[in-house]
């Protein structure tokens, strides 16, 4: 066990080789408290010395023979049991919109009200062509946003208003290039000014 390093083991190794049994209870029981030092995060565990005396069995692989104060424990009970996990296997028709695009459209298929669907839908096309331009780097025809809402729901909705697709995409590049950020704009004024007094000074020394 990597936490008590590797002299405790070579402690229970002698433990085990040591043959008076008297003496290897009382080496046990002093290699006990030197783990609860080693380990202090332990105490704060509930009958951690149950933990420690876990441990050591532990460590000698249980074949440690001395008298303990508590249950020996089962070797198969201890063992760490290694889960898999499994990996989601989702089928996603375009990995440029991704699952949740696909999520939003069984959404909005299942709305009764035909305005919101209108407009749910049209807020979907204004996400997946600000998706589709994070992915490619390029533009996208509205008219493609529109046959792939189309194809992803199986042809039950149906983008009526194309000529606003853009909102998402220009919020996004205002953001990315927003001249008003304090610390950019800031950091640009203070340089200005730095080479304009350095420019009045040159031709002042002049």
């Known amino acids: 066990m990597k936490e008590y390093g590797r002299n405790i083991q070579y402690l229970v190794q002698h433990a085990q080789k040591t043959e008076n049994p008297e003496e290897r209870a009382t080496l046990v029981q002093d290699i006990i ?6 380990n202090p995060a332990l105490r704060n565990v509930e009958d951690y010395r149950h933990k420690l005396w876990d441990h050591i069995f532990m460590i000698s692989k249980f074949e440690l023979d001395v008298e303990s104060p508590y249950p020996i424990p089962d070797q198969e009970s201890l063992r760490r049991k290694n889960m898999k996990l499994e990996y989601p296997r989702e089928r996603v028709h375009f990995r440029h919109y991704g699952k949740y695009v696909e999520a939003m459209i069984k959404k909005a298929i299942s709305m009764e009200d035909p ?36 194809f992803l729901s199986q042809g039950k909705l ?28 800031g950091g640009r ?18």
């Open 189 to 206: 004024q203070q340089n200005r000014n730095y080479k304009q007094g350095k420019n009045r000074n040159y031709k002042r020394n002049r």
């Open 115 to 150: 305005e919101k669907k209108a407009e749910y839908t049209l807020i979907i096309g204004n996400y997946m062509k600000l998706v589709y331009q994070n992915w490619n780097r390029e533009n996208v025809d509205n008219e493609q946003i529109r046959a792939d809402i189309s």
């Open 158 to 185: 149906v983008l009526e208003d194309i000529a606003n697709l853009d909102s998402l995409a220009k919020s996004n590049r205002f953001k990315q290039g927003n001249s008003n950020n304090p610390r950019q704009s």
């Open 33 to 38: 408290e030197l783990m609860g030092t080693l």
